[in-house]
């Protein structure tokens, strides 16, 4: 069935102030490397609407994020966030195009999917704007995939070099969802110690030291995570893929290198084909080198394909 990619020319629009690392060049970048990579499904994600944000934002946030984005110039949410006008609808385009992704692999359209949307989405908690972040881009398909497609069992598997603590939270309660996150520590934002369990002992943190390369964390996946995902058959795979756990990343200092990311894509996939039909939909979150982000996606995606065809 193939490998759909997701992206709108709407999330070229959240423009971010110069020297900052979540900005447009890393959208290009990643475009120019999939360019002429054939045999993906190309397709420009929809709008996210109100219902589809609700599902784990308060409306008190909708409106804040709605009614903060500035006719030009920036403004300033936090010390890591900010909007620009154009910022809104790249952050709609982002939940619209992981929801639009899962609904297309339930429906048998396409076998996986990659989201190469921004701003990203794993740290922004349920009322909580917070690391370049604005809404909770996978915790929301997962509750879009739970909610309407009638799922009981999602994982969602977080390897970007910073907690997924966004995820965390809006998961936090959701016992048809098992959410894991490796990510290095100490390292900003401080959360996602092993203790932090989820309501139903359903989120599973582990934390890597700075310095660790490939093969410290491919033990950490074959001893934590992929026995547990085998146990938990999940229906659905989602993937929040942060590329920014690279040696080459200037916002952390794990050392892993493209084919770490091209390996954990590889078990991801195969798990997904035991277990739920192949269905995987990974949607883009940090990685600030662009060189370096831009190979690791291109490798992503082409197991993505390999795997989805």
């Known amino acids: 069935m193939g490998t759909a990619l997701y992206w709108h020319d709407d999330c070229l629009g959240h423009v971010t102030p110069d020297g900052h690392p ?6 290009e970048h990643i475009r120019a490397a999939l360019a002429d990579m054939t045999g993906l499904d190309r397709r420009e994600a ?6 589809l944000i609700l599902r784990g934002h308060p409306q008190s946030y909708l409106d804040k994020i709605d009614s903060s984005e500035p006719e030009s110039g920036f403004v300033t949410l936090d010390s890591d966030t900010h909007m620009s006008n154009g910022s809104v609808a790249a952050a709609r385009r982002a939940v619209g195009g992981a929801i639009a992704a899962v ?6 359209e396409v076998t996986n999917a990659f989201v ?20 909770g881009n996978v915790a929301l398909a997962a509750k879009h995939a739970m909610e309407v497609h009638g799922l009981t069992r999602v994982a969602v598997v977080d390897f970007d070099v910073h907690h997924g603590n966004g995820t965390q939270d809006l998961l936090w309660d959701e016992a048809r969802a098992l959410f894991f996150s490796s990510h290095q520590m100490p390292l900003w934002p401080g959360t996602g110690a092993p203790k932090e369990k989820g309501a139903h002992g359903q989120i599973v943190n582990l934390p890597l030291a700075p310095t660790t390369g490939g093969a410290e964390m491919r033990a950490v996946y074959d001893e934590h995570v992929f026995p547990r995902i085998d146990a938990y058959a999940p229906e659905l795979l989602l993937i929040s893929a ?9 916002l952390a200092n794990l050392n892993w290198e493209v084919e770490d990311f091209v390996w954990l894509t590889e078990n991801l996939c ?10 995987v939909v990974s949607a883009l979150e940090g990685g600030y080198d662009v060189e370096a982000l831009a190979a690791s996606v291109a490798a992503h995606v082409t197991v993505l394909k390999e795997k989805g065809a």
């Open 46 to 51: 929809p709008l996210g609407g109100d219902e």
């Open 103 to 108: 609904d297309a692999v339930m429906a048998g």
């Open 22 to 27: 979540e900005r447009v060049a890393r959208l």
């Open 270 to 279: 195969d798990l997904a084909e035991k277990h739920c039909g192949r269905r």
């Open 242 to 250: 942060g590329f920014d756990a690279h040696r080459a990343d200037p």
């Open 116 to 135: 190469a949307t921004r701003p990203p989405g794993h740290h922004a908690e349920r009322s909580t704007h917070m690391g370049f972040c604005l809404f």
